[in-house]
């Protein structure tokens, strides 16, 4: 971005130094070059400049209608409706020029001069008055109205020039070249001209924004081409002609800014957006090892081309001993630059085609296609598990980790993507069971972990049957006002046992067991249940969020249930909001959007909840009836010491606004990342440093402590 900028730069000092040093080069052999040209010959001369400055003119105003409803901009809009107007008079100049054919009346050396000069007075005006407004979005209302003003301005100026343009001074007589009004006429442009590059190289110096710099370069030629006008004798000589080259120049140049507006720069976000969109989909925000879905394409990519090569390969699953003690004792962010660590040493031990992953936490993954023998990938294995367990060196702190990895084989210990994982992870389990910090292949007798969540599963039906989960709710704060305006439901699970159990655990767990269907109605439900009960009570109105799963979403009476809920709790439609992973909203997109279009038009919002952290295509998220983008809590983290989630959150927040969307922001617990958030746009919070989730008696106690002033 920096170097487009200064070749940018340097292209527009190149241009403005040539513009300025020809001019001069002109004015100091005036003599050499000077001649009048034959009437007949200029009047051609003349047409074809001015249909070149004219058709440029119009191309203006037309990006400024078109593209605006796309990248809206103020300047670009009101630079497209005054070039309607500089155009369409600069037109009337053309075809009243003297020996024109007939157009409504004789056309005329007076009229066309006037038609001329009031073309040159608007556009230095202009010019002046757009540059001076600062530049923001536009509602597409005033477009037409812009335009209007504009064509009602041009009619009114062809109606007095044509009709009264004899009586009008003299500005140009064709013997002796312009009369001392034009003179003064055409320095008070050169005067408005040179305050508007002024004031372009003022803003350019604060803004550094590479749309002003073209800007310079045609305000030079538009400036230069004034002066000129100021020296010309007869209207068909050589300083008329030059004039209206550089008049076409400068045109062009504000065009090239325009486009640079409106089309280059734009397109140009988008892609980088969708570049970093793409590589987020397939990458580890932390570690930047790939992810679960790559790794999951690249092991069903191994498993078509190995079936038919009759070839083995491996599976390495492994985790982080005791890295919940270092978390707790060290820090969350020490952890973060363990894993990290952790990801740069295992990417040493990778060589393609392997490739590393990390699924999540401090659980990583290795599918090792290279492999010629038992022995050769117990070596693997064993380097992989020694070149880990080395002292790591962090911020001062020595720290001693080992690994506890388990491995599966292709076809013996499963034949499918999901038989692999479940493999290896059960022999990483065993590896943890019988001391830790190696490694274990998986045999058939791996058997206790599935007992484990056979137990689990069944208690998970029991909860279900005694309705023993709970819901707990996290605010969602108004970034401006402080106040809460929304919360997310989320379930909790007393174990009578075991106590709490982490969704992490029975969430994946009840849909392996087809219970999570059960489950998010009765979430639903509930959820829509206490924000009417809530309202009842008088309470400010809140919209409350509601995680949904795609086995719920593939439903085919999703959309009935919902709107059956909602009618039998009596809560309206505006006051839900429903919550999508970006692996929803991308699957099966045209039925996708059929079905978020029935919640819209209902009244429902939607959410994509996690964004960044699996596959969006732009060009599909923008035809998602969305109302909101919640960023992923992974970003937050460390926006205020890593670059990259600096600059992946400031994209996350300008393409949900380009797009029309609002954007929360989740796992915000420190005022840093509270004030990063506030200064770039973000609309919504939710995170530590309002509340975690909390009972519903405890959330009713968070909203008094707003409605009494106590804001964030």
């Known amino acids: 971005m920096i170097e487009r900028l200064e070749r940018k730069q340097r292209k527009s000092e190149f241009i403005s130094f040539l513009a300025i040093l020809v001019f001069v080069i002109v004015r100091f052999f005036h003599e050499q070059f000077y001649r009048v040209y034959d009437a007949a010959n200029y009047l051609g001369i003349h047409t074809l400049l001015e249909l070149f400055s004219i058709i440029v003119g119009f191309s203006i105003s037309l990006q400024g209608w078109v593209a605006f409803p796309y990248a809206s901009s103020k300047r670009r809009l009101l630079f497209g409706g005054a070039f309607f107007a500089v155009a369409t008079i600069d037109l009337f100049h053309t075809l009243f020029y003297k020996d024109m054919p007939v157009l409504v009346t004789e056309s005329s050396m007076q009229k066309a001069a006037w038609f001329w000069i009031i073309a040159r007075i608007t556009e230095s005006i202009s010019f002046l008055c757009i540059l001076m407004i600062k530049d923001g979005k536009e509602n597409t209302y005033w477009r037409k109205w812009i335009y209007l003003f504009s064509f009602v301005y041009t009619s009114l100026i062809i109606f ?8 009008l001074p003299m500005l140009v007589n064709e013997e002796t070249g312009t009369t001392l009004l034009k003179s003064y006429l055409e320095y008070f442009v050169i005067f408005l001209h040179l305050t508007t590059l002024v004031f372009i190289l003022l803003e350019y110096k604060k803004t550094r924004n590479v749309a002003v710099l073209s800007m310079s370069s045609a305000i030079i030629f538009l400036l230069l081409s004034e002066w000129n006008f100021t020296f010309y004798k007869s209207v068909y000589d050589f300083d008329n002609v030059f004039g209206h080259i550089y008049k076409f120049l400068g045109y062009y140049f504000l065009l090239e800014a325009i486009y640079v507006t409106s089309v280059k720069e734009p397109y140009l976000r988008q892609v980088e957006t969708e570049k970093m969109v793409n590589h987020l989909a397939y990458h580890d925000s932390l570690t930047d090892l790939p992810n679960r879905l790559l790794f999951n394409e690249r092991i069903r990519t191994a498993l078509m081309e190995y079936e038919q090569q009759n070839k083995n390969f491996a599976v390495f699953f492994f985790d982080l001993d005791r890295f919940k003690h ?9 952890g973060d630059l363990l894993l990290q660590t952790v990801a740069k040493r295992l990417k040493e031990c990778i060589k393609e085609p392997d490739i590393a992953s990390r699924l999540g936490g401090d659980e990583f993954t290795i599918l090792l296609v290279d492999m010629e023998s038992m022995e050769d990938l117990e070596k693997k294995a064993q380097a992989i ?9 962090l911020n001062g702190h020595e720290i001693y980790m080992t690994i506890s990895m388990g491995i599966s084989l292709y076809p013996e210990h499963g034949q499918t993507y999901h038989d692999l994982i479940m493999n290896a992870d059960t022999a990483l389990y065993y590896t943890k069971q019988t001391g830790r910090n190696g490694y274990t292949f998986y045999n058939n007798e791996m058997n206790e972990k599935s007992r484990e969540k056979l137990s689990l599963g069944n208690d998970l039906h029991k909860a279900l049957l005694h309705d023993n989960f709970l819901l707990y709710y996290q605010p969602q704060v108004d970034v401006q006002s402080g106040q809460i305006i929304g919360a997310e439901a989320l379930i909790r699970w007393k174990h009578p046992e075991k106590g709490f159990i982490s969704p992490a655990e029975f969430i994946p767990l009840a849909e392996e067991n087809g219970l999570i269907l059960q489950m998010g109605e009765w979430v639903l439900r509930t959820a829509c249940q ?21 086995h719920q979403f593939q439903q085919k009476n999703f959309i009935e249930s919902i709107l059956r809920t909602l009618e039998e709790t009596g809560l309206q439609a505006n006051y839900l909001e429903l919550e999508v992973t970006e692996s929803i909203a991308m699957y099966d997109i045209e039925n996708v959007i059929k079905k978020l279009d029935i919640l819209d038009k209902a009244g429902i919002h939607v959410s994509v909840d996690d964004f960044g952290t699996g596959y969006s295509s732009l060009n599909y998220l923008r035809r998602l009836p ?3 983008l919640k960023i992923d809590q992974s970003f937050v983290r460390d926006i205020n010491i890593d670059w990259d989630d600096t ?5 996350i927040i300008t393409l949900a606004h380009t797009l029309r969307m609002n954007v929360v922001a989740e796992g915000v ?11 770039h746009g973000c609309d919504r919070i939710q995170g530590y440093l309002v509340s975690p989730p909390v009972p519903a008696g405890q959330f009713e106690q968070l909203v008094k402590k707003t409605v009494e002033g106590v804001t964030l």
Not at 160 to 167: M, P
Not at 385 to 393: I, N, T
Not at 647 to 651: E, F, G, K, L, R
């Open 626 to 628: 969305v109302h909101t």
């Open 160 to 167: 007095v020039v044509i009709k009264y343009g004899n009586y």
């Open 530 to 550: 206490q924000n009417k009960a809530w309202q009842d009570a008088g309470y400010e109105p809140i919209r409350m969020s509601v995680n949904l799963s795609m």
């Open 385 to 393: 598990v020694d070149r880990l367990s080395e002292p790591y060196q």
């Open 669 to 679: 617990e420190t005022q840093e990342q509270f004030a990063f958030l506030k200064e």
């Open 326 to 334: 270092v978390n707790d004792s060290l820090g969350h962010s020490i």
């Open 647 to 651: 600059a992946i959150v400031n994209s």
